[in-house]
């Protein structure tokens, strides 16, 4: 089933402009979402061809079956609250039915999770975003040899730098990570005395074997040989780092492009877009517990824009966020909104819409 046979059979029960020109924050360049409710045919709603949602490819017009859109409504989902929320001249179509919908018979204390928890894990994300913008990592990937160090009087030099200074100070052409040999020191994490065999005929086996190794290789050193130095590998500091090299070159794979370089041309270290709607969506949650209410159109419309263009600095931003939560937590502790919506209430307005709707077919 598509959307225009929806339209076509005349199953549709509500149909409203949502998202940015809803909200009152669109620009000459925002696109125009529909979102929807309708009802399946008796057949296929008793039948095997239940539907709960239809969207077109782009999914910016979206439609939910009516029993679909009552049980978000009644997990206090945001998205689903908003549609019902909708201006009236953002709506296009109302069928009298839907009046028995009522935004006060379903905002509960489960808007904190829905609302805030999902503004939090988006500052999560703008966080990481900053961190990845303001400490790229370079393509070429380090091994376990760049987090090895050799202590030296009362500090230490990287491993790499050591090899090639000792080889200077010696006279020799350059002492090989190869021709290492590495033994643990008893009672230490990451400590081990290095040995080395010019003639290669000892069998060590390297500080790492292979450019791959995700640990340094110990090797079998005779007990006559005397360590030339002591080493400490930082595998807590090389875990840190595979880490956050994966995250960053997925990151870099999968971004969007058009967006990432607005922000780039703005110089803001933060998706601005999804922080606007990030703190829009805080604004919304402190108004459900100040108010007992969901008015979806901003009032502070120029302010919101303003962090969508970038004019406001990661740190401003931030600092918003943080201060909209604490409110938050604020009118959450005194507010008389139930814990959650009454199932058994929205439930039974759930059964007279189809109802009244089965029974006209």
């Given at each position: 089933m598509t959307i225009q046979d929806l339209k076509n059979k005349n199953l549709l029960l509500f149909e409203a402009i949502s998202g940015s020109r809803a909200f009152g924050l669109a620009t000459e360049n925002s696109d125009t979402d529909i979102r929807?409710?309708?009802?399946?045919?008796?057949?296929?709603?008793?039948?095997?061809?239940?539907?709960p949602q239809i969207s077109n490819e782009t999914n910016d017009l979206t439609y939910y079956e009516i029993g679909r859109f009552v049980e978000l409504l009644q997990k206090n989902n945001p998205n689903i609250l908003e549609i019902l929320a909708s201006p009236e001249d953002c709506i296009l179509y109302k069928h009298p039915l839907m009046?028995?919908?009522?935004?006060?018979?379903f905002l509960s204390k489960l808007c904190k999770d829905t609302f805030a928890g999902y503004a939090v894990s988006q500052i999560k994300k703008a966080k990481g975003?900053?961190?990845?913008?303001?400490?790229?990592?370079?393509?070429?990937?380090?091994?376990?040899?760049?987090?090895?160090?050799?202590?030296?009087?009362?500090?230490?030099?990287?491993?790499?730098?050591?090899?090639?200074?000792?080889?200077?100070s010696?006279?020799?052409n350059g002492l090989s990570q190869e021709k290492c040999g590495l033994i643990n020191i008893d009672h230490t994490k990451g400590m081990f005395a290095l040995f080395y065999d010019e003639s290669g005929t000892l069998g060590y086996k390297g500080v790492i074997q292979n450019e791959e190794a995700n640990q340094v290789s110990v090797s079998s050193v005779p007990k006559e040989e005397k360590p030339v130095a002591y080493l400490f590998c930082n595998?807590?500091?090389?875990?840190?780092?595979?880490?956050?090299?994966?995250?960053?070159?997925?990151?870099?794979?999968?971004?969007?492009?058009?967006?990432?370089?607005?922000?780039?041309?703005?110089?803001?270290?933060?998706?601005?877009?999804?922080?606007?709607?990030?703190?829009?969506l805080l604004q919304s949650c402190e108004q459900i517990f100040k108010t007992g209410s969901l008015t979806i159109r901003v009032e502070d419309r120029d302010e919101l824009l303003d962090i969508k263009s970038g004019n406001q600095s990661y740190e401003s931003v931030m600092q918003r966020a943080e201060?909209?939560?604490?409110?938050?937590?604020?009118?959450?502790?005194?507010?008389?909104?139930?814990?959650?919506?009454?199932?058994?209430?929205?439930?039974?307005?759930?059964?007279?819409?189809?109802?009244?709707?089965?029974?006209?077919?």
């Open positions: 929807g409710v309708y009802y399946l045919p008796k057949e296929d709603f008793f039948g095997l061809n239940y539907i009046d028995l919908l009522k935004t006060e018979d975003l900053n961190k990845k913008i303001v400490n790229p990592i370079d393509k070429e990937r380090k091994s376990i040899l760049d987090f090895c160090f050799i202590l030296e009087g009362q500090g230490s030099v990287p491993l790499k730098k050591w090899l090639q200074e000792f080889s200077v010696t006279g020799q595998l807590d500091a090389y875990s840190v780092y595979c880490k956050d090299y994966r995250e960053y070159w997925k990151w870099v794979a999968e971004r969007n492009e058009e967006r990432y370089n607005v922000n780039q041309t703005h110089g803001q270290n933060y998706d601005s877009k999804n922080m606007m709607h990030t703190i829009r201060d909209l939560i604490q409110s938050i937590e604020n009118h959450y502790s005194t507010t008389t909104l139930p814990d959650s919506p009454d199932l058994e209430k929205t439930t039974k307005i759930l059964i007279q819409i189809r109802e009244k709707l089965y029974n006209h077919e």
